[in-house]
């Protein structure tokens, strides 16, 4: 009998968020194993069960998954949250990979040196409104649908609406243009698998605070 | 009667590289313009070409795909270069996945400032050979197989042979401790569509240089 999947990785968002995201959204309950020490992480190194020495890693029918992209990929396809042929997926993927290039940048900004965090800020909040929204608000507009693809929820709306969430978290002025960016992020809290993720105590992580950070930086050097 | 692939992107490797190489693997033509004026740039954003305003842009299928990873999905994908199931699948999103954070950092290099370029460079063989080779080299030791997912040719075999040959530029004697990935280089170099897009005249770009610095740096201003 398959286990539920056990995801390992530090008591913060990072890189594994989106996957808790997708999982939820899915309707997956899934366990976590929290990394708190460097002897944590080196724990996994040693025994083998880090491709590249590096986490998120998902254990996930019988296998222990790594890389981001590899792990979302897998659920979304198991879940049938990815579009119905290769070029809906190629449609999917396109976006997604537009929402990961601006969601690195926030991922990364409370790592920024001091004296550059203000000038990232400055680029994440003129990206976010010239590039990735006006992008995206486009896209829905172009088709007049709910959903960004094929007329039905997918992969892509779920790692949509979580970034606007990052965004929103940053600066909620943000998406005052964007009224179909809006709807979507409505449209998509609304369904009972992602209401119930946004209410408190489920696994969602909250927003990096000092103590997770240099908790962080100690495992990862 | 379809069209051939056309790709978009300035006259080198960047990252659009790997997907000349995917296609060539496939065995399938494709045609290039190459972005060598801020006008061209400016033209296909003005047309609506760039979802997000950046090459690589490859026009096929009737749709104008940008994000390296959704062109390279879809064309492994297409020509069946991606396993026969999901589970496949996944191993060789891993891979790849892999391969490419590896191939990120030699193709962001040339982009750095002279003072950091050697420590740079310490770096990525540092990476490659404490991280991703040995991780490689296990994988082909752990099922003697000629590929690296199936049994059967796949993208990450391409993926991972472009990176090899990066590497070997660097330093050509990176792979002095992994004599299974020595062997999976001359075996995959030799498969028929590889071999003829390693020749010279292919559509293959070669290493960066200052003049291919300038000019992206020129059309993307930065």
Not at chain 2, 1 to 17: D, N
Not at chain 2, 38 to 64: A, H, I, N
Not at chain 2, 182 to 195: D, G, L
Request: with cysteine.
């Amino acid at each position: 009998m398959a286990g539920k999947p056990m995801l390992h990785y530090f008591n913060g968002r990072g890189r594994m968020e989106s996957t808790r995201w997708l999982l939820a959204a899915a309707g997956v309950e899934f366990e976590e194993k929290l990394i708190e020490s460097p002897e944590d992480l080196k724990k996994l190194v040693n025994e083998g069960s880090l491709m590249f020495q590096q986490v998120p890693m998902v254990e996930i029918d019988g296998m222990k998954l790594v890389q981001t992209r590899a792990i979302l990929n897998y659920i979304a396809t198991k879940y049938n949250l990815y579009g119905k042929d290769i070029k809906e997926r190629a449609l999917i993927d396109m976006y997604v990979e537009g929402v990961a290039d601006l969601g690195e940048m926030i991922l990364l900004l409370p790592v920024a040196p001091p004296g550059e965090k203000d000038a990232k800020l400055a680029l994440i909040k003129e990206k976010t409104t010239n590039r990735y929204f006006p992008a995206f608000e486009k896209v829905l507009k172009s088709h007049g649908q709910d959903y960004l693809v094929g007329n039905k929820l997918s992969r892509a709306d779920i790692h949509l609406v979580e970034l606007i969430y990052y965004v929103e978290e940053l600066d909620p002025s943000l998406i005052a243009n964007f009224p179909l960016l809006k709807a979507l992020k409505a449209r998509v809290s609304s369904l009972p698998t992602v209401k119930k993720f946004l209410q408190p105590g489920s696994q969602r992580k909250p927003p990096l605070d000092q103590k997770t950070l240099e908790q962080g930086r100690k495992i990862f050097k | 009667m379809t069209a051939k692939p056309k790709l978009y992107y300035f006259r080198g490797r960047g990252r659009m590289e790997s997907i000349r190489w995917l296609l060539a693997a496939a065995g399938v033509e494709f045609e290039e313009e190459f972005l060598e004026k801020r006008e061209q740039y400016e033209k296909l954003e003005k047309d609506g070409c760039l979802l997000f305003g950046q090459v690589p842009l490859v026009e096929m299928d009737g749709m104008m795909l940008t994000q390296t990873r959704a062109i390279l999905s879809y064309l492994a994908a297409k020509y069946n270069l991606y396993g026969k199931d999901l589970k496949e699948r996944v191993r060789i999103d891993m891979y790849v996945d892999g391969t490419l954070d590896l191939m990120l950092m030699i193709m962001l290099a040339p982009f750095k400032p002279p003072k950091e370029k050697e420590e740079n460079f310490a770096l990525i063989m540092k990476k490659a050979k404490t991280r991703y080779l040995p991780a490689f080299e296990k994988i082909l030791k752990d099922h003697r197989e000629d590929f690296l997912v199936g049994n059967k040719f796949s993208w990450a075999d391409v993926q991972l042979l472009e990176a090899i040959l990066m590497l070997e530029e660097l330093n050509a004697s990176v792979l002095s401790d992994f004599p299974l990935l020595k062997a999976f280089k001359t075996r995959i170099s030799n498969i028929p569509t590889i071999k003829k897009f390693l020749q010279p005249g292919s559509q293959r770009k070669l290493h960066p240089d200052q003049h291919y610095v300038d000019v992206v740096r020129h059309i993307l201003q930065f």
